[in-house]
C-alpha cells in the first residue's frame, strides 16, 4: 500500500498552509514548467499524460481544453466544478481541505494553458466551512502574488513561455444536486436558477455570458501539477493505460474504514473494499456494491471477482467509474429501500424541465414505494424496467439517466429482490388495456374489467 | 430601513466587477442577507433585486430554486441530518427520527424560544463520516443519538457550536495533517 503514488493528496502535514505548500515546491515546479512553454504545449502535455475528467463522465481533459479557441478576440472563463453533490461522493472536499493550493496550482496552469481571463471555482452551499478554507487559500495566494496582475512579476515566463496572469473567485453555492450539471452551473454563477441548457452551442463556444468556456472537476485541476511536474509521458504509466493517473476512491456503507483513498486507476474493486477500506464488518458477505456514486449502475455481490476500478474496465463489468464513490452494502441490506431512497433523491432533485424526468421519476418512485410497501403486483416489476428504460436519452440533462440507471440495473440483476416483495393475487386491469382490446374482435359490450381493489 | 449600508452596496459593486455581469452576485448578495437577517424576507428581495439590476421576481424564483435560502425564519441553530444512502446504511432514518423528537418540530420546522431549526437534508458529502448531523456549517460524523443530543443540549446551553470530534475522513492521512 505504502508504495501506491500520492499525488493529489500527499501525507504532508499542515499541506494546506501556504508556506508548508511553497516549501515543498509549490507554485514553483510544476508552474515554472509549463511557463517555459507556450500554452498550446501545456495542453499537449495534459493530452499526452491521458488525463480525463473526475467529475463524472471521464472525457478526456486534453481534448477538451483543446476546443477552447486560441484567439484572444473574447474573454474566456474556466468554471471549476466543486458542487460535489453525488450521494456516495466526498472526495473533493478532501481537497478543499488538505490540498487547495495544489487545486490553485492547477487552476493557474490550466488558465495558462487556455488563456483565461477569469476562472471560478463554484462550491456547493453546504460545504460553507470548506468554502471558508479555499476563500483563505486564495486571498493567501494573493498576498503573495501568485494570482492577479502581480503573477507576471512572479512568474517569469522562459523558453516558449508567456507572460500571463489570471484572476481567481469562489463562487458559494446555495444546495441544488442539478448545479453540479455543467450547463446548470453556467445559469447558476450567472445568478440564475440551475436550470441545464441543451447543447450545442458547447460552452467552448458559447459559455458563460456567452462567452468560451471550460468546465473541469475540483481533482481534475488538482491532478494538472503533478502532470506538469513528472510530465505527461510518465504520468499516462501510472494505472490503467485508457484512463492513467490516481483517482480519489471515496468508499462508504458497510466497510470497516470508510473513507478517502488515493489509489492507481485500475485497483481490483475487491482491493479498494478488502485491503484499503478493511472489509465488510463482522465478515458478511455484499450483497451490492455502486462503484461510482449513487446514479451508477450497481453491480451484484458476486460480480466483483476482478473487476478493475477505472473507465474501460468498468464499463465492460457492467457499470461505470462515475465519481469513485463506492457503496457497499452487506447480505442483510435491503435493497429495495435502498433503491427507494436513490429514487426520491433524484426525483426530489429533477429541475422539471423535461417532462420523461420530472414525470419519470415521480413514477419511479410510486412504483418502489409500493414494492418497499410489500404492495406492488407482479406485472410492476416490468413496467418500474419499463419507466426506467423511457427516462435515457430522452431528456436535456443527463439527471435523466442518474435516475434511470440505478433502477433499470437494480431490476435486472437484482429481479428475485422484486419478485419477494409482490403481493400474491393482485392484480389491476387498466382501462387502457381494455382500450387496445377492442381491436382484439371483442364487443364493446362484452369486455368487463376486473378491478381489485387495494388496501 | 435598507440591510446594506452604503459601504456595502459599494462592495457588491467592486465584486461585481470579478463577472461577466451584475446578475452574477445574486447568490452572494442573498447569502449576505441570510447571514445578517437569518432568512429572506419581501423587503429584502427587493434590495437584493436593486443591487443585482435584476427584476424582484428573478429573486423569486432564486430563492424558491435553492434549498438553501430561507424564505421564512429558522433557528438560530438550523440543524440538519442526511438520510440519503451511505447515511441510511449507517442508521439516519434513526437518528434522523430520534433528533426529530428531541427538538419536538416537524421538518422544517423551528423551536418556540428560536434557538432551533430542523430539515431532512440530501447527501452532504460526508458519506464516509456516515451517520452525520450538521449544526449550521459544523459536520458531525460518526455520530449516535446520545451524542447528537449532547451537541444539542450543549449548543441550547451556551449558544456555542462545539468542536467535532471527527473531523477527517482521510484516515491514512497522519493526524498532525488532520488538524
Ligand atoms: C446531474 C449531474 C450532476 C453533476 N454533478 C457534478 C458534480 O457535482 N461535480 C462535478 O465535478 N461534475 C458533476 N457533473 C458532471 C459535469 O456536468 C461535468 O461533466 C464535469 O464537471 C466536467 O469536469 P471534468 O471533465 O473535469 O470531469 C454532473 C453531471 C450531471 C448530469
Ligand atoms: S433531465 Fe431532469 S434535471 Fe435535466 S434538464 Fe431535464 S428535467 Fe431538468
Ligand atoms: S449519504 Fe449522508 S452524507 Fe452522503
Known amino acids: ?455 | 430601513m435598507p440591510i446594506f449600508s452604503e459601504q456595502e452596496v459599494q462592495e457588491f459593486a467592486e465584486l461585481q466587477k470579478r463577472y461577466g455581469a451584475p446578475a452574477a452576485t445574486v447568490l452572494p448578495v442573498l447569502w449576505r442577507i441570510q447571514e445578517k437577517m437569518g432568512w429572506i424576507d419581501d423587503s429584502a428581495m427587493e434590495e437584493a433585486a436593486a443591487i443585482c439590476q435584476v427584476p424582484k421576481s428573478h429573486i423569486q424564483g432564486v430563492v424558491s430554486f435553492y434549498t438553501m435560502f430561507f424564505d421564512k425564519p429558522m433557528g438560530r441553530f438550523h440543524v440538519q441530518v442526511c438520510t440519503n444512502v451511505s447515511c441510511m446504511l449507517h442508521g439516519s432514518e434513526k437518528l434522523y427520527n430520534d433528533v426529530k423528537g428531541k427538538l419536538g418540530i416537524p421538518n422544517h420546522g423551528r423551536t418556540e424560544d428560536g434557538m432551533f431549526s430542523l430539515e431532512e437534508v440530501e447527501c452532504m458529502g460526508a458519506c464516509g463520516g456516515a451517520p452525520m448531523m450538521a449544526v449550521n456549517e459544523r459536520f458531525y460524523e460518526k455520530i449516535s443519538t446520545d451524542e447528537a443530543f449532547t451537541i444539542i443540549d450543549q449548543v441550547g446551553a451556551s449558544g456555542n457550536l462545539p468542536t467535532p470530534k471527527f473531523f477527517s475522513q482521510l484516515p491514512e492521512l497522519s493526524e498532525a495533517t488532520n488538524r
Open chain 1, 1 to 455: 500500500m505504502a508504495d501506491t503514488p500520492k499525488l493529489v493528496l500527499p501525507d504532508i502535514p499542515g499541506l494546506r498552509n501556504i508556506e508548508t505548500y511553497i516549501a515543498h515546491g509549490g507554485y514553483r515546479d510544476a508552474i515554472g514548467k509549463a511557463y517555459s512553454m507556450a500554452p498550446t504545449a501545456v495542453t499537449d502535455e495534459v493530452k499526452k499524460s491521458g488525463l480525463r475528467g473526475r467529475g463524472g463522465a471521464a472525457f478526456p481533459t486534453g481534448l477538451k481544453w483543446s476546443f477552447m479557441p486560441k484567439t484572444n478576440e473574447k474573454k474566456k472563463y474556466l468554471l471549476i466544478n466543486g458542487d460535489e453533490s453525488e450521494p456516495g461522493s466526498f472526495k473533493d472536499r478532501q481537497i478543499f481541505e488538505f490540498n487547495p493550493h495544489q487545486l490553485i496550482e492547477g487552476i493557474l496552469i490550466a488558465s495558462y494553458a487556455m488563456q483565461i481571463d477569469h476562472a471560478y471555482i463554484y462550491i456547493r452551499g453546504e460545504y460553507g466551512y470548506w468554502v471558508k478554507m479555499v476563500e483563505k487559500a486564495v486571498a493567501d495566494a494573493y498576498a503573495k502574488g501568485f494570482i492577479g496582475p502581480r503573477m507576471k512579476e512572479n512568474f517569469r515566463p522562459s523558453g516558449d513561455g508567456v507572460e500571463f496572469s489570471v484572476d481567481i473567485t469562489v463562487h458559494k453555492g446555495a444546495g441544488a444536486y442539478i448545479v453540479g450539471e455543467e450547463m446548470a452551473m453556467m445559469s447558476s454563477l450567472e445568478g440564475g436558477r440551475g436550470l441545464p441548457r441543451i447543447k450545442p452551442p458547447f460552452p467552448a463556444q458559447s459559455g458563460l455570458w456567452g462567452m468560451p468556456t471550460t468546465i473541469n472537476n475540483i481533482e481534475t485541476m488538482a491532478s494538472v501539477p503533478p502532470i506538469m511536474k513528472m510530465g505527461g509521458e510518465a504520468y499516462s504509466k501510472i494505472g490503467d493505460p485508457k484512463h492513467p493517473g490516481t483517482l480519489l476512491f471515496g468508499v462508504s456503507g458497510h466497510v470497516n474504514r470508510p473513507g478517502v483513498y488515493e489509489l492507481p486507476t485500475g485497483t481490483l474493486l475487491t482491493d479498494v473494499i478488502n485491503v484499503h477500506a478493511g472489509g465488510v464488518p463482522n465478515g458478511k458477505k455484499i450483497k451490492m456494491v455502486i462503484p461510482g456514486g449513487s446514479s451508477m449502475p450497481p453491480l451484484r455481490g458476486e460480480q466483483l471477482e476482478g473487476v478493475k476500478m477505472d473507465a474501460e474496465n468498468l464499463k465492460a463489468a457492467g457499470s461505470s467509474i462515475g465519481t469513485a464513490g463506492v457503496m457497499v452494502m452487506d447480505e442483510d441490506t435491503d435493497i429495495i429501500h435502498v433503491l427507494t431512497r436513490i429514487a426520491k433523491f433524484y426525483w426530489h432533485e429533477s429541475c422539471g424541465q423535461c417532462t420523461p424526468c420530472r414525470e419519470g421519476t415521480g413514477w419511479l418512485l410510486k412504483l418502489l414505494q409500493r414494492f418497499d410497501a410489500g404492495e406492488a403486483m407482479a406485472s410492476d416489476i416490468d413496467l418500474l424496467h419499463d419507466v426506467a428504460f423511457n427516462i435515457e436519452g430522452r431528456t436535456i440533462c443527463a439527471l435523466g439517466e442518474a435516475a434511470a440507471w440505478p433502477v433499470r440495473f437494480t431490476v435486472e440483476r437484482f429481479r428475485e429482490e422484486f419478485e419477494k416483495r409482490v403481493k400474491p393475487g393482485l392484480t389491476v386491469e387498466s382501462p387502457n388495456r381494455v382500450h387496445s382490446l377492442r381491436k382484439g374482435g371483442l364487443d364493446i359490450v362484452q369486455v368487463h374489467v376486473p378491478v381489485v381493489e387495494r388496501v
